[in-house]
């Protein structure tokens, strides 16, 4: 079978990695991939942009491709799987309706609200001098949220009312995110600790992924700017049955009937980001796809095939996915700035590294040469049955990846309670 991945940050690439090692594949293209992905076994980059939906159908059509995985939100938010439903291909991600779970704040805290599912208290906003007086009378910390797409920046976590007060202005009045901004949500602050909870979700089942925890901050101790990601672990240390059992009675169950009741046939990638607090969980965010860089720690996890996995999910089966004992932990090394501005196009020297696996991220190949080409460069990933070995191996190895400017935070696998 030939297949097509979308993307190309460390999600995607992992994604590939774990779908080429199926007996089922020929080869699996990745449009437009990374400098990692042209290099896996049966493996090949396509050099088409994950928003060129037309160029996308020519190549499926072209080289007889029977399934296309969607790694980030944009394509399906923007619609790829509505584009391609007349193309003889099959579509391992939602359609644009069921997408606007995470392409709009409001459009899924409505839904939220309408399920009774458990999250945080919330307004909207359409006009900024209505926002602003909301503010005037509200307890800090706040939470502000662009209802829109605004590539994982949109939201502020606000101590206080100046801070608050200028967001609303950038976002509202000016153009920090552009039309995402346009209407806002300004929403009560949870605490507790954070758990990406993922799985593959369908019309009539939610199959969890292992759980996963990430690390946001840009610095040591949980402490700095928001990023993407500059670590994970898996399983989630924080994780217990009774906490499982409340996740899928309050949140997975009322999700699964709510997108009934819409009439939307989701089918793909789910990824609940929720704040779990004495054993209860309240849902934050919705998200379509999988978490980066959770997934190259999941991928590693996972002992069965996900090829086999999407493919009986996609025919309304329940796949059965089997996971390895022990942990796994991923490293993200980044480029100097990073979550602001960066240098591209750094030339990248790497080592020897024996075990584990080196994830790309923002990587190419120029004229044969590795080059940086994003904030997240890589990820160093290990699996073992301790987290301890992880971190000995990683910390070991890390400074066999070198290129100027490079940054990584020491203390992954550290357990922060907050
Ligand atoms: P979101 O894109 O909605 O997940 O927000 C990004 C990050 O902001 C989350 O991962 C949390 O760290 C934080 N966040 C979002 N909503 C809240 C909330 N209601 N209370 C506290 N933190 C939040
Ligand atoms: N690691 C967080 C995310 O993918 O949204």
Same mark, same amino acid.
């Given at each position: ?8 940050g ?12 199926s ?7 990745v ?7 042209e ?12 928003d ?5 159908? +020519? ?20 619609g ?86 200028n ?6 009045? /000016? ?20 758990? +990406? ?45 009774d906490?499982?059992?409340?996740i ?42 999988? /978490? ?10 996972m002992?069965?095939d ?30 100097? /700035? ?22 790309h ?22 699996? +073992? ?13 890390? /400074? ?19």
């Amino acid at each position: 079978m030939n297949i097509l991945v979308i993307g190309q940050g460390g999600r995607e690439h992992a994604i590939a990695w774990k779908l080429q090692k199926s007996e089922k594949v020929t080869q699996v293209f990745v449009a437009p991939g990374n400098g990692g992905t042209e290099l896996e076994a049966r493996c090949t980059n396509v050099d088409i942009s994950s928003d060129d939906f037309p160029m996308i159908k +020519s190549f499926i059509e072209e080289n007889s491709i029977e399934l296309v995985v969607v790694g980030p939100e944009d394509p399906l938010v923007n619609g790829i799987k509505d584009y391609l439903s007349d193309s003889n291909v099959l579509v391992f991600g939602p359609d644009a309706k069921g997408a606007q779970l995470e392409g709009s704040k409001i459009y899924s805290k409505e839904f939220l609200f309408k399920n009774n599912i458990p999250t945080g208290k919330a307004a909207f906003f359409s006009s900024s001098n209505k926002a602003l007086a909301h503010l005037e009378k509200s307890n800090f910390p706040i939470v502000l949220k662009a209802d829109g797409l605004a590539a994982g920046k949109g939201v502020l976590v606000a101590n206080e009312l100046e801070e608050a007060k200028n967001w609303v202005n950038e976002v509202m009045e /000016g153009s920090k995110f552009g039309v995402a901004g346009k209407n806002i949500i300004i929403e009560e602050c949870l605490f507790g600790t954070e758990l +990406s909870f993922m799985g593959i979700l369908t019309p009539d089942f939610f199959i969890p992924f292992e759980t996963s925890i990430d690390y946001k901050p840009l610095h040591e101790g949980n402490k700095g700017l928001n990023t993407g990601g500059m670590g994970c672990m898996s399983p989630s240390p924080f994780m217990n049955k009774d906490l499982k059992n409340n996740i899928l009675e309050t949140v997975v169950k009322p999700t699964i009937s709510g997108l009934k009741n819409k009439g939307i046939n989701y089918y793909g990638f789910m990824y609940f980001g929720l704040m779990v607090k004495d054993n209860i969980s309240k849902v934050l965010e919705f998200n379509c796809r999988l /978490g980066d860089p959770e997934t190259q720690c999941l991928m590693m996890q996972m002992e069965s095939d996900l090829l086999d996995a999407i493919l009986q999910a996609l025919n309304g089966e329940e796949p059965k996915i089997t996971w390895k004992t022990g942990s796994t932990m991923g490293v993200v090394i980044a480029s100097g /700035g990073y979550p602001n501005s960066y240098k591209n196009k750094v030339p990248i020297n790497i080592g020897t590294l024996k075990n584990g696996k080196l994830f790309h991220a923002g990587t190419k190949s120029m004229d044969d040469k590795l080059v940086t080409n994003g904030g997240r460069v890589f990820s160093l990933n290990y699996s +073992s049955d301790s987290i301890d070995d992880c971190k000995r191996y990683i910390y070991d190895n890390i /400074g066999e990846v070198n290129f100027d400017g490079m940054t990584f935070r020491t203390d992954i696998g550290e357990i922060y309670e907050s």
